[in-house]
């Protein structure tokens, strides 16, 4: 069973996309072989989780159906050690895919419409005994309502069967939010921490990034993704879900 009381913070969580159409690596990643390489290469440079996505988030990706999805995902995670030192966690919001990821051995659920709190969905998860990361991808209306909406979903999910130290939270940097948004949910660090659960941030790469460093280019955004992530280490973030682990391992604060 997930606990997240075994983890030793600050934890990385390395970022793979099996995808053909994300910002910044889509179509890097699609074949098996060059995905076990890149989690290979993650977990060497201090990943403790990883997080593979076979849909993109990005804004005005296409939707794809479950069956679409599982076909990405399912060989990966077939091809994956039965016993492992690392975490898996899978960014899906499909119920079906994630009651396949967890039957193949998955640990997390990372959700981004997990503020919404799929009845199925918990109940899969609880089922399986596996984390589930609840992220807020609604609009930031004021920090005081961010951190109620969390703390309701939270108190649902427990409801649903879900132990606490299933749940881990996100608020969502980027989804429906910008860059004043972003910045202002970093400095709110403190105030989700009130929440006792551990906290995941995912700046890497976005957009509200590029406005800040006057970087066009995603990757070119590393820097100041390691910048940001070392600020919210220090404000109290626990999961940085990043792109590129060295840079974010050499700037976390231990």
Sequence with gaps: MFSSNSLKYPVIMGILNITPDSFS??????????????????????????????????????????????????PLLEALPQKRNYLISIDTY??????????LGADIINDIHGIDVNKDMAKTISAHGAGWVIMDYKPLINLLEAVERMRAAVKKALALGLKKEQIIIDFGLGFHKNSADNLALTGAIPLYKKLALPILYGPSRKRFLGELSGESTPTGRDEATAAVCALACALGADIFRVHNVPKVKAALCN
């Design 25 to 74: 690596d889509g179509g890097l990643y699609m074949d098996v072989p060059a995905a076990l390489a890149q989690i290979s290469a993650m977990l060497e440079a201090g990943a403790t989780i990883i997080d593979i996505g076979a849909e993109s988030s990005r804004p005005g990706a296409e939707t794809i159906s479950a069956a679409e999805e599982e076909r990405r995902l399912l």
């Design 94 to 103: 499909k119920v079906e895919t994630a009651r396949q990821a967890l039957r």
